[in-house]
C-alpha cells in the first residue's frame, strides 16, 4: 500500500443517536438574554430538586470502608446484589425470581442491549412503540435487525393499536418490546391492556422485553404492574434499575429479569444472556455491595416525596401548556414526560416540530425535543422534573412564542 486508507466498520455506520442528530441542530444562543431552560434532558438530576435518599448514599460510604468493593465483581452481578434484587422483584406464585434469574448490567440501557442481543438475529425484525424511546431503534439497526413499529394511540392515553401490532407479525418476528410506564408519553397501561398485549404474544409464541424502568413512578388513579405478574404463559425479560426511581442515573445499574415461562429461554437463552454479559466487566462494584440497603430499606416516604413532586409539576404542565392555543398536552400518568401536539395549521411560520423545536429556543431560550426523536412527528416532548419555578417560567414563555407566530 502506498498511503494509509483506513476505513470505519460498517457497524460504526450504522451506529447513531437520532436524539443527538436533531438536538445538535437546535442551536443555544449563549449571550440570550433570557436565561436557558432546559426540558429536554430525562435525567432528575440535574435540576437539584431531585436527591437520592441519604440512606442511599450512607449505604455506598459503609461499602467504600470495608474495602471489600475494590476487585472485579462477577461479570453478571455478585451473587448478594443478585440476591437483593430477585428478592424485591419476586412475585410468589406468580412471578418468582431467583438470584439465578437475574443479571446485572451497566445500566438499563445495558440491559437493554444485551436483551436485544440475545434475543434477535440479523434480518430478524423486532417490534417497537411508535412514539418510543430511541435507543431501541439504535440497537436493532446496529445489528442489522429490522424495525417495526406498533402505533400508540394518543387519544386513548397511548395504548397499543392492538390490530396494528399484530398486523406487524411474521416469521421473521423475534420479539415485541414494551415500554411501561413510558419514555416519552407519560402513559401507564391499565392491568387489562397489557393483558391484551400479553395475549398477542401467546397466540404467536413472542417473548417480550418489558422495559419497567420507570416502575413504581405512576400518579393517582393509576397502577403499575410488571408484565411478568400477569401471564404464566409469555417468556419475558424485564430489565429496570436505579437511574429513575431511585434518582442515580450516573451510578449505572440495571438489571435483566428473566421469567423463564415453559423453560422456552432455558435451551440457549439463559447461556447467551450470560456469555453477552461477560464480554465486558459487569456494573459498578461499590454500589453492587450497597444494593441490598438501596432496595429494602430506603424509607417509602422517598418515594412518596419524589411521585408528589412529579405529580404537582404534570398538573402544572397539563394546566398551562392547555391554555395556549395550538397546543395539546396529553395528561401524563407516571414517569417524568409529557408529549404534546402541535396543530400546525395554527401557526403562520411553523410547519414541523422540529421548526417549532428550533424557533422556540432561538427566541425564548427554551429548549425541548421534537417528536421526530421519538419518529411521532407534530409533537413535542417536554420533561417535568424541574423545579416548578422554571417550568411555570418556561410555560409562559411558550405562551409569548406561540402568540408571536399565530396566525
Known amino acids: ?8 466498520s460498517n457497524i460504526s455506520k450504522r451506529a447513531h443517536n437520532p436524539i443527538r442528530q436533531i438536538v445538535d441542530k437546535l442551536k443555544v444562543d449563549p ?28 449505604a455506598i ?27 424485591k422483584y419476586s412475585i410468589p406464585d406468580v412471578a418468582p425470581l431467583t438470584p439465578n434469574d437475574v443479571l446485572l448490567a451497566n445500566g438499563c440501557s445495558g440491559a437493554l442491549d444485551i436483551c436485544v442481543n440475545v434475543l434477535c438475529n440479523p434480518g430478524q425484525n423486532i417490534l417497537l412503540p411508535r412514539p418510543g424511546f430511541s435507543l431501541y431503534k439504535s440497537l436493532a439497526e446496529i445489528r442489522e435487525v429490522e ?12 395504548q397499543v393499536d392492538l390490530k396494528h401490532l399484530e398486523s406487524l407479525i411474521d416469521d421473521k418476528t423475534a420479539c415485541i418490546l414494551v415500554n411501561n410506564p413510558s419514555n416519552p408519553c407519560g402513559s401507564v397501561y391499565p392491568k387489562e391492556h397489557l393483558e391484551a398485549i400479553l395475549d398477542v404474544a401467546a397466540k404467536h409464541h413472542l417473548p417480550i422485553i418489558a422495559d419497567e424502568i420507570y416502575c413504581d413512578l405512576v400518579y393517582k388513579g393509576n397502577t403499575f404492574y410488571p408484565m411478568a405478574s400477569l401471564t404464566k404463559d409469555v417468556p419475558i425479560l424485564a430489565v429496570g434499575g436505579l437511574a429513575k426511581k431511585w434518582l442515580v442515573p450516573g451510578w449505572r445499574i440495571g438489571w435483566i429479569l428473566v421469567h423463564d415461562r415453559h423453560d422456552a429461554f432455558a435451551a440457549e437463552v439463559r447461556t447467551g444472556l450470560l456469555n453477552l454479559s461477560q464480554v465486558i466487566l459487569g456494573p459498578n462494584s461499590v454500589v453492587q455491595g450497597a444494593l441490598d440497603d438501596i432496595l429494602h430499606r430506603t424509607p417509602q416516604s ?3 416525596e419524589t411521585i408528589s413532586q412529579l405529580e404537582h409539576n404534570a398538573k402544572l404542565g397539563i394546566d398551562a401548556v392547555s391554555k395556549i392555543d395550538g397546543l395539546t398536552p396529553v395528561t401524563p400518568q407516571g414517569a417524568m414526560y409529557m408529549m404534546v401536539g402541535i396543530d ?8 414541523s416540530d422540529v421548526e417549532f423545536s428550533q424557533k422556540l429556543v ?7 425535543l421534537p417528536g421526530q426523536c421519538f419518529d411521532y412527528p407534530n409533537f413535542i416532548r417536554i420533561v417535568i422534573t424541574p423545579p416548578a419555578g422554571s417550568l411555570q417560567e418556561a410555560y409562559e414563555r411558550m405562551a409569548e412564542f406561540c402568540a408571536r407566530h399565530r396566525k
Open 362 to 368: 432561538a427566541e425564548e431560550n427554551v429548549l425541548v
Open 1 to 8: 500500500m502506498s498511503e494509509w486508507n483506513i476505513k470505519a
Open 31 to 58: 449571550n440570550a438574554q433570557k436565561s436557558f431552560i432546559s426540558l429536554s434532558v430525562g435525567d432528575p438530576t440535574v435540576f437539584g430538586n431531585f436527591n437520592v435518599h441519604e440512606s442511599a448514599n450512607e
Open 147 to 158: 424495525v417495526r413499529f406498533y402505533d400508540l394511540v394518543p387519544e386513548n392515553n397511548w
Open 344 to 351: 400546525m395549521d395554527k401557526f403562520k411560520d411553523i410547519s
Open 61 to 87: 460510604k459503609r461499602q467504600l470502608d470495608t474495602f471489600k468493593h475494590n476487585g472485579y465483581p462477577p461479570a453478571h452481578g455478585t451473587l448478594d446484589a443478585r440476591d437483593a434484587i430477585a428478592r
Open 302 to 304: 422517598f418515594y412518596e
